[in-house]
Structures are given as C-alpha cells and as structure tokens.
C-alpha cells in the first residue's frame, strides 16, 4: 500500500464549478500537508500548505485535513480556465521538505 | 531568468549510456533535491544535499549518483542508463530553518533510454 493516495483523474469540470480534489494517507506521523499545482510541462509549485487538522483558506481555494480519517481535500470555488493543471499533495511528519510524500496527482481541467 | 535551471531539457540516450542531468539555482537556498516522476508514482526523491560538503539518498538512489559542485550547482548521474530510469526528473531548492518552507522546482528533464 502506498503512503500517499491520490485519484489521476482524470477530472473535467466546466468554467465556474466547485472543484474537489482529495487524498488518503497511511502514515500517522504525517503533520504538514501541502498542495502544490504543476502545468504542462512545469515544475510544481507550492499552493497551500497546512499544518495538522484544520481547514486553511486562500481566495478561491481552501484545504482542509482530517487527521482522524487520513483524509485531505483541496476546494477550488469558481474554477478558472487557468486552473487547469495537475494537483499534487504532499505530506510529511517534519517540516523538512526530503521527508515530503506526494501523491500520484489529479489532472484537472476546466472547460469555458 | 528561471530562478531554477535545469539543463538539458529533453534528452535520448541508449541503455548503458552514462548520462548526467544538471542543476543550477540562483535562490541562495542551501537545500537541493533531485525527484523523478513517474506516472502513477507521483514525485519520488532520490537524493537530496543540505550543503556542498552533504550528500543523502532518497527513497530511489539505486543505479543514480550525485555531486554538488557548489552551493548554487548539483549534479545527478546515471551510471549505466537503463529504460526503467525513462521519466520526468525535476531538479528542487528550498531554505532550511526547522520549519516547512517551499520546494522551488525546475522545469524537469524529460530522460528517454532506449
């Protein structure tokens, strides 16, 4: 079983719904939850990161984790075009990025 | 400029090639990585330098070698390339300081081994 758990989608959505992107873990030492998005041929970069249980928000996207289910989500409100792009999570028990897991990613595309 | 550069971009080799993959930056972090991409696997570590004088394997160093030449500069080899080692590797850079901080990746190179 891996560590992390992430649906490839693929996931197509029309301009201006609400996007749900999920992940499932094992590893109960995990405390630091990130999501990082990654255009077609690009490097991933860093959207939101969350430490231990909670939900964080930033504009159109929130994060929540659930450390009681091993379970994080990432909401994106009013999906754009430009939101197109494959969504990794990643997790690790320290805030040391070589302890980082990611998951496999989910390709996202919203369709005008 | 890319603030990380990874050179080449795309790249063909034939099975028992040594080949080598390079990374600059000009953040001024101390921190390197080199990942490798699969689909399927998401990104993978597979060595990682918290200065020029550290070296570290990841999860996947087997069959892959690598040098830091200098703060801003790392290096990861492929002794003997074999198709298995086919995918997308990305180059990464962060601070240190005990607290989560951002991976800054490059752009990848796309290795072939044929």
């Known amino acids: 079983q891996k560590e992390v758990e992430q649906d490839p989608g693929p996931l197509s959505v029309p301009e201006g719904a609400i996007v749900s992107l999920n992940c499932t873990y094992s590893n109960s030492a995990f405390q630091y939850f990130m999501w990082y998005r990654q255009y077609s041929r690009k490097g991933p970069e860093l959207l939101m990161y969350?430490?231990?249980?909670g939900n964080k928000e930033d504009g159109r996207f929130t994060a929540q984790v659930d450390k009681s289910s091993k379970y994080i989500s990432l909401f994106i409100r009013d999906s754009q075009p430009s939101d197109s792009a494959t969504y990794l999570c990643a997790m690790s028990p320290t805030p040391n990025n070589n302890d980082m897991r990611f998951g496999a990613g989910t390709r996202l595309t919203v369709k005008p | 400029d890319a603030d990380v550069t990874q050179t080449p971009r795309n790249r063909i080799t034939k099975t028992g090639k040594r080949i080598m993959l390079e990374c600059s930056q000009t953040k001024g972090h101390d921190r390197m990585y080199w990942y490798r991409q699969d689909p399927g696997l998401g990104l993978r570590l597979i060595y990682y330098s918290f200065d020029v004088k550290d070296i570290n394997k990841g999860e996947i160093s087997d069959g892959y070698s690598v040098s830091r030449q200098a703060q801003a500069k790392f290096s990861l080899s492929l002794e003997s390339a074999i198709p298995n080692q086919t995918a997308l590797y990305f180059c990464?850079?962060?601070?240190?300081?005990?607290?989560?901080?951002?991976?800054?990746f490059g752009q990848g190179t796309r290795l072939t081994v044929v």
């Open positions: 969350t430490y231990s249980s």
């Open positions: 990464a850079t962060s601070n240190g300081g005990g607290r989560v901080t951002e991976a800054f």
